[in-house]
């Protein structure tokens, strides 16, 4: 089903997978790096989208190229509070009410000052000025428009490799460098999940869940138990990036191990050659067993198209892509960007690719909007976040109106 852009940019939208560090303004990128003496292949923004922030890539190294720059310029509070108010700022421009930006702090500390807490509220600083602007708007004051959220998701790091790109890792593993690598690592994200909980609880900052990112091949998500356990205990939101690398039995796991709520991308779960547990003798029946238990637990699944595309070489036409089949078997997916300078996307270029590729009838497309707010980890008690994701809603049948979309 098609819907003109123009009706995907007003209907109100969220993105709840949504990297800080992978959605820089470009032209910001370049001042930033001028100013800090960082080097960069190219001072124009044509240059970098030829040698770096491509419209497609030949690997997952190449898609990850990019964060070494963006980081790089990351590494102090104001260009922090600044990347993020920006990041608000280009949401709510397309029409965007709620986003969660996630990112892994651990990557941004360094030994001169920058510490976790003062990382967590800078981005936290430049998110709740953007919110304040939008909400001081009378059309929000006034009902006619819902008014615009965020939450924190902060990320630990699945695997880091001892380069200097990181002080906080080359320090963790100096201080334990008895310490096999994967216990290290496992280590750092304990320390995460134990700093987000206190730093939220005594800060008041709206980190609102843990993840997992990075790359999943030898790190399966269940290795980080001891970081989910400690999250869960204190009551922050998990999801995990999981099914990239591995397959469905891969993604259970995931699921069970770390509490989560929601999965990021969950790419791979229909995908049979991906499953290599020999005791799973009937793949069909075992995916079709996983996404049945995945709909009926309401388990959030993030799905980013343009980003999947881009990492997995083998996906050439986007018809085959899992979400068809996650829509057919009623998962609570929500469409959602992963990184917009990297993945050259928006929420409403995602929302149109996904509409203009599957069959996504009014009722599905209002499902679909609908996720992104349910299933958000949002940051207020669950009576709060019913009342906005039902103003939300009651915008939405308003515009949709409008636009002459409405249900058959
Ligand atoms: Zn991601």
Known sequence: MKYSEEFLKAVPKSDLHLHLDGSLRLATLIELAQQEKIELPSYTEAGLKELVFKDSYGNLGEYLHGFMYT???????????????????????????YIEVRFAPQLHMDNMGMTMEVILESVNNGLKRAEQEFNSRETVQNGEEPPFHYGIIA??????????????????????????????????????????????????IPIVALDLAGQEHGYPAEYFK????????????KTVHAGEAYGAESIFQAITQTHADRLGHCYSLFDHNKIVDPDIKDKEKYTESLSSFIADSRIGVEVC??????????????????????????????????????????????????????????????????????????PGPYHEKRVYSKRVMNYYDKVAKAHGVEFA
């Open 155 to 204: 990320c630990a790091m699945r695997m880091f490799g001892k380069s200097n790109f990181s002080p906080y890792y080359t320090r963790l593993y100096s201080v334990h460098k008895y310490m096999p690598d994967k216990e290290v690592i496992k280590l750092g994200a304990l320390e995460l999940a134990r700093a987000i909980v206190r730093i939220r609880d005594e800060k008041g």
């Open 226 to 237: 001891d970081a989910y356990d400690f999250a869960h205990r204190n009551f922050m939101g």
């Open 305 to 378: 198209l343009t980003s999947n595309m881009q990492t997995n070489p083998e996906l050439k036409d986007l018809t085959t892509h899992a979400f068809g089949k996650m829509l057919e078997k009623r998962l609570a997916v929500s469409i959602c960007t992963d990184n917009r300078l990297v993945s050259n996307t928006t929420v409403t270029k995602e929302l149109k690719l996904a509409t203009d590729h599957f069959e996504v009838t009014p009722r599905v497309l209002k499902d679909l909007l609908a996720y992104g707010f349910t299933k958000s980890f949002f």
């Open 71 to 97: 980081c790089a310029v990351l590494r102090s509070a104001e260009n922090l509070e600044r990347c993020a108010y920006e990041l608000a700022i280009d949401n709510q421009n397309e029409g965007v009410r």
